[in-house]
């Protein structure tokens, strides 16, 4: 951290954004709300990541937070912490809070193709830092911690296992990969039966299985093929998504008679 000045200036400024202008809390807990930039700030920071990726970690939510009587711009990050910083911290906004929760989720895992590494970084722990408080909240209060948010759980968990495969895709050198993959075994373990129960796994014979085929999560859309995901039993295999580990496809192998 060449920069601790800078950094510094970054926790004052969200700290006045979302502590000293709006006591700000977050969803249904009487936390401050400042906790969870700081939390992405580390987490960045103990990735190594550079100080301008820091900053924007710790400034990510100011734009879209803000409340109008002291509304934070761009341009205002761009003067205080540089143009990188504030275009960092544009690309990980949700710029339109009127829109359905369903549509923004839509629009923001779209845009993330677009994201640089950078981005794609900011994202990556602000998603751990928001998925890993939830999982921790789970096992503490159960299924009432869904209560607080506006989306339905099933919806909610989706959307975070979506996102995650689109980040892993998008830069698979990402220093948060490998996190990012376990936490999305705690949401799966946390959607339990819901979603995951659905759209079973496909069922063919060895005969009719393809190793070069390109297989689909229907949970979290992530797409490969099915080597180095395999399970095998004695009469078949199976092959599991490596993300949210959704079953996918089952084969069996022909009866051998003797």
């Known amino acids: 951290?060449?920069?601790?000045?800078?950094?510094?200036?970054?926790?004052?400024?969200?700290?006045k954004t979302h502590e000293v202008y709006q006591k700000q809390k977050r969803k249904g807990k009487d936390i401050a709300y400042i906790t969870h930039p700081l939390t992405v700030g580390l987490i960045l920071a103990h990735a190594g990541a550079d100080d301008d990726?820091?900053?924007a970690g710790i400034l990510h939510d100011t734009i879209e937070d803000s409340i109008e009587e002291k509304?934070?711009?761009f341009e205002m990050i761009k003067d205080?912490?540089?143009?990188?910083?504030?275009?960092l911290v544009l690309a990980v906004t949700e710029t339109d809070k009127s829109l359905p929760w369903e549509e923004r989720k839509r629009i923001a895992k779209e845009h993330i193709k677009n994201f640089s590494n950078d981005a794609v970084f900011v994202k990556s722990a602000d998603i751990l830092a928001n998925t890993k408080e939830l999982s921790?909240?789970?096992?503490?209060e159960g299924e009432q911690i869904f209560m607080r948010f506006n989306a339905p759980k099933?919806?909610?968990?989706?959307?975070?296992?979506?996102?995650?495969?689109?980040?892993?895709?998008?830069?698979?050198?990402?220093p948060l990969a490998h996190e990012l993959r376990f936490v999305s075994s705690e949401i799966s373990r946390m959607a339990g039966g819901s979603f995951m129960s659905e759209n079973p796994a496909k069922i063919i014979e060895y005969s009719d299985y393809d190793e070069n085929e390109i297989l689909e999560c229907p949970i979290c859309h992530w797409k490969g093929k099915a080597e180095g995901h395999k399970e095998y039993y004695d009469d078949l295999f199976d092959v599991?998504?490596?993300?949210?580990?959704?079953?996918?496809l089952i084969v069996s192998y022909p009866l051998v008679k003797k």
Not at 136 to 140: G, I, N, P, R, T
Request: glycine share 2%; with cysteine; net charge positive.
């Open 154 to 174: 099933e919806k909610l968990l989706k959307n975070y296992l979506e996102t995650i495969t689109i980040l892993i895709e998008k830069w698979q050198e990402n």
């Open 80 to 87: 205080r912490f540089g143009k990188d910083v504030a275009n």
């Open 240 to 248: 599991s998504c490596p993300n949210c580990d959704k079953m996918i």
């Open 71 to 73: 509304k934070v711009s």
């Open 53 to 55: 990726v820091i900053c």
């Open 1 to 15: 951290m060449k920069h601790l000045f800078k950094i510094q200036k970054a926790i004052k400024f969200a700290t």
């Open 136 to 140: 921790e909240d789970y096992e503490k």
